[in-house]
């Protein structure tokens, strides 16, 4: 690799990021917490627990301690949410009880304390083989517990050999109706992970030269992450190179690792960050060389997804989203490479604290937009042979349309 190559991919240590590690207002926890207990008055819920989860980091207000891009952590539904997010077989060591009257408090081990100690609620510490012996106390007389998706079986065990007459139901969906909106605390976070991610493309972007290979790049993305204090990648970052006319160019993720770019080839990202415990996720394609087809391709995606923020309103269904993207592109002749996922014709989803938040934007979903909703827009084309496009923005709904929070140049396509 020639010696401008390496500083460009060295090139990261200048940019400091503003933002620090906060936690979210004290009276927006308190208010949290008290839609929380409304919820579950209306079910005759008597208390939930949730372990190390995007809904511990929200009702606690705290996203300092990392714990979401772990798979022994967190939840989700679908294909994606299952493979990114996490599993659920695994067992807590730290669990959040919040009864339907009263204050909460947190159940966790002595290794845990320290990462947790300034977190303003009470701690009942014990030692792991202990934990379910200290719950003993909150759980005598309950007659209904919910408990989310983070470790529920093991929960549920809990739950269960402490008194086994003990109704448990699902506490998922208070967290996920009460995260559904994000508050100004919320946006505010989503705002900076996005800039500093439209920071970090500038960067990979100075680096795209010919020789450089995928693997290099990737592990730009990570150092990027690392270098400027974030608490991570949000996930495995996707470099995807296709050289036009190739072999194996008609097959996604036939590129090497290891085989250093060329002239006339696409590159495509797909990678986030996470900071002050909130996500980016986001995509930007670029080609090394001059190919006329792949940039009026480019630009034929560029018009399909504007067009879609052009549409997204409050009141308006998440499902059109697919259709419409596909009509813009049968224009241009494309439309038969608009690259569906899992065959849920799936244009994006939210984001949040988790990387993949419901509701997904796919064909099958009744959701609508509403004010104070971030999604990821991500429209991609998938032409065998000759490229793999794909641009992805985090947008925010407001009251009369969108904004696209991630605003890195959309016309900066050709490398050279």
């Known amino acids: 690799m020639g010696e401008s190559k390496d500083k460009r991919l060295n090139s990261h ?5 503003n933002s620090v590690e906060r936690m979210i207002s004290l009276s927006s926890v308190k208010t949290r917490i008290q839609k929380l207990q409304q919820l579950m008055a209306k079910d005759s819920v008597d208390a939930v627990f949730y372990a190390t989860s995007g809904n511990m980091q929200y009702f606690l207000g705290d996203g300092s301690y990392f714990w979401q891009r772990t798979r022994e952590t967190n939840g989700g539904k679908t294909a994606a949410e299952w493979h990114m997010n996490s599993h659920f077989l695994n067992k807590p060591d730290c669990i959040l009880y919040i009864p339907a009257d009263g204050e909460p408090e947190l159940f966790l081990t002595y290794e845990k304390l320290d990462a947790m100690r300034h977190i303003a609620i009470k701690k009942i510490p014990s030692y792991f083989a202990m934990l379910s012996y200290a719950m003993q106390r909150v759980l005598s007389g309950k007659n209904h517990i919910a408990v989310g998706e983070s470790c529920h079986r093991e929960l549920s065990i809990m739950v269960g050999s402490i008194d086994s007459s003990i109704e448990i139901s699902d506490a998922e969906q208070y967290g996920e109706k009460l995260r559904l909106i994000k508050d100004e605390g919320e946006i505010e976070k989503l705002r900076a992970v996005a800039e500093f991610t439209d920071m970090s493309m500038g960067i990979v972007a100075s680096a795209l030269l010919p020789g450089v290979t995928p693997r290099q790049v990737k592990e730009l993305i990570a150092a990027i992450a690392l270098s400027h204090g974030t608490q991570g990648i949000a996930f495995e970052p996707a470099v995807i190179m296709v050289r036009s006319g190739a072999p194996g160019s008609e097959k996604l993720f036939s590129y090497p690792l290891d085989e250093p770019l060329q002239e006339g080839t696409s590159i495509t990202f797909d990678y986030g960050y996470v900071l002050d415990g909130y996500c980016s996720d986001y995509g930007r394609a670029f080609y090394c060389g001059k190919n006329d087809q792949v940039r009026d391709a480019y630009l034929a995606l560029e018009e399909a997804q504007l067009h879609l923020m052009d549409r997204i309103k409050p009141g308006e269904p998440v499902s059109f989203c697919y259709e419409e993207a596909h009509m813009k592109l049968e224009t241009h002749g494309l439309g038969k490479y608009l690259r569906r996922a899992e065959d849920y014709l ?12 419901r509701p997904w934007l796919r064909a ?15 429209p991609k084309i998938m032409w065998p042979g000759q490229c793999y496009l794909r641009m992805e923005d985090m947008v925010l709904v407001t009251e009369n349309g969108c904004e696209s929070l991630t605003k890195f140049d959309r016309s900066r396509f050709y490398l050279t």
Request: proline share 3%.
């Open 13 to 17: 240590e200048g940019y400091k990021s």
């Open 364 to 378: 099958d979903e009744d959701a609508v937009f509403q004010p104070g909703m971030v999604f990821c827009l991500e």
């Open 346 to 357: 799936i244009m994006g989803h939210q984001i949040g604290i988790d990387q993949h938040e």
